[in-house]
DNA sequence: AATCCATTTTTGTCCAAGACAAATTTAATT
DNA sequence: AATTAAATTTGTCTTGGACAAAAATGGATT
């Protein structure tokens, strides 16, 4: 019993030539209802089949595949996109818009990081970091370096500049160093108690933290469930530890109207006393907004916000 | 234009009643397809129609569902539970058989935890942990606290006596006291290079941590990637950082053909100084071993593997 | 009783080709 | 220039069939 596909597979020095749809599923994040419409219209991706008739991809058309993920991605659409040849796909990526509004002055600490992660000097990485964290203090590091760095990795990533590998691992260090700031302060109980997630689809879990983060400088109680929780264990966890506000954290890759429909389906089954919360950068771009929902379009406002609550509670128990 | 499914599914107060063959998808981890195969085959589930004739699910059946999984997880099969009524599943899960070999002398505090994880008294919870820790060391504690947490914590959701939710919460806790003890390790580069990681489709990150704790412990340099990183990715970090060790994690629930079919293909794409270990309480079942592969079949075999590794490199440069 | 091999059943995944609604673009009108 | 209407694009869902890998079964042998 031998398989021809993966003789022939083996055959410059790559194993990985040839994977079935559900590979390609997977590290392009297209449906495989997606790639059979595509193939059926645009004539690409263009798979052989194996002994059973089944879609062999090889390597160059899955690479292919990431490219054109990240031009739709960043705005293009499929039947612009897909049937190009590859080095007009390239050259698309060069026109992007590079839409990162800097604050100047800090702009160094996030370009140096950016630069040592390219380098893979991991040590030096940490240590300008852990540095840069101490100078600024949490708030001010999260939103004058990480948050700008965020935007040249996400970047750097849709214009092919930086490997998947190397965003697990910047991924990796943030994580580290929030976790460990976060951790280190003391948390007196007094502020509100609130309940960071995010929705199943959404996996981001920078942003979520970067959220904690500027929540717990201002003595804000946080109780995260990381990502992915089903709307329905929001609402138990909500009820289970009694929060005041319930926080969610939307990549900008999320369709609004999903992000809309999965808001009222919360705000409807959450006790309305409790305030539903939902950051992310689309905001920015929201053309309407959602009844009982409060939107936070960037990580700056969030003290605000939270000396809003804090103003609307103490007068609402001095009434009661 | 009205929609009759909508209209019936806002009856009792729940007005996620109905759902598409999407989010029950995303909710049970259950394929499309395998949810049309099982309504085809056992009649279960049984969804109505919308107007467009497309599978509306009411939330019994998405419960139901669910519960199907955590038979189907703990090695029950389809064909005997999927059209079984929802009495007989319950009794079923009473009589699932509790594999948690505990050593005797530390499993009150595991026990302890989970019950504070229940009773959802965090603050305490997390002085226990944090307690333990202390106590006992970082290697003790993954050893005999957080592996036999796991277990309960894993059986817990299986049986259905732990929520989502607070799984999700007992995960973040232990992430943030082990990144926190992880991170405050010195690390004086002397030890091995390792890269850590799972491969796409593996989420389990805190079998990943635990990994990580134990090998810190032994000065060993760990570069972790965190979860689902492509194999070409994981090629190209290893190059990039000069790893002398490449080590996964798998949980127990991936079939044991794709973990040897994905381990060869790594290995024959690393190069052949790096050595690629394996970790994952599945290798206590195996039937094969994959060669060139080294299998760590418990956290607590760590140390002799790393042992095992500075002799054969010591040896090694000094013949040079 | 336990181990091994061959046969049968179970089960997840894949396929094709069509259909449709939501989102977006284009065209027409005020 | 701003709205509105028509046309296009695009993702997702449908059915019913097919097949291979995994698991269970039934002997035969040690």
């Known amino acids: 019993m031998f398989d021809i596909d993966n003789m022939t597979?083996?055959?410059?020095?790559?194993?990985t030539s040839c994977v079935n749809i559900s590979a390609v599923e997977r590290d392009t994040g297209l449906s495989k209802d997606t790639l059979r419409a595509w193939e059926r219209r645009y004539g690409f991706p263009n798979p052989s089949r194996d002994s059973n008739g089944e879609r062999v991809y090889p390597a160059e058309q899955l690479e292919k595949l990431r490219i054109i993920r990240r031009l739709i991605d960043s705005g293009l659409?499929?039947?612009n996109v897909v049937s190009e040849p590859l080095d007009v796909l390239y050259a698309r990526m060069q026109t992007l818009p590079s839409s990162v509004p800097r604050t100047e002055g800090e702009f160094t600490a996030a370009d140096d990081a950016f630069r040592l992660l390219k380098l893979h000097r991991l040590v030096e990485l940490r240590q300008l970091l852990s540095h840069s964290l101490?100078?600024?203090g949490l708030q001010r590091f999260v939103l004058d370096v990480v948050a700008p760095l965020n935007e040249l990795v996400g970047n750097g990533w849709i214009e092919g500049r930086i490997e998947i590998f190397e965003e697990h691992l910047y991924a990796e260090q943030i994580q580290q160093l929030l976790r460990h700031a976060i951790g280190t302060m003391p948390g007196d109980g007094s502020g509100p108690r609130i309940l960071l997630t995010t929705l199943p689809g959404e996996q981001h879990k920078l942003g979520l933290l970067m959220a904690e983060a500027c929540l717990s400088v201002e003595a804000a109680h946080c109780?995260?469930?990381?990502v992915q929780t089903p709307v329905w264990d929001i609402v138990q966890a909500a009820r289970a530890h009694h929060a005041d506000i319930v926080a969610l954290s939307y990549s900008?890759?999320?369709?609004?109207?999903t992000v809309c429909a999965n808001l009222a389906n919360l705000r409807g089954?959450?006790?309305?006393a409790v305030e539903l919360w939902c950051g992310g950068s689309f905001w920015q771009t929201a053309r309407r907004t959602v009844p009982g929902v409060k939107a936070i379009a960037t990580l700056a406002e969030i003290p605000a916000?939270?000396?809003t609550w804090?103003?609307?509670?103490?007068a609402c128990s001095a009434a009661q």
Chains 1, 2 share one sequence.
């Not at 109780?223 to 990381?226: D, Y």
């Not at 804090?310 to 103490?314: A, G």
């Open 77 to 79: 659409r499929p039947g």
């Open 310 to 314: 804090r103003r609307e509670h103490s």
């Open 252 to 257: 900008q890759a999320t369709p609004f109207n």
């Open 223 to 226: 109780i995260s469930l990381g």
């Open 9 to 15: 597979a083996s055959s410059p020095g790559i194993s």
């Open 134 to 136: 101490m100078r600024l």
């Open 305 to 307: 916000a939270l000396a």
């Open 269 to 272: 089954e959450l006790d309305a």
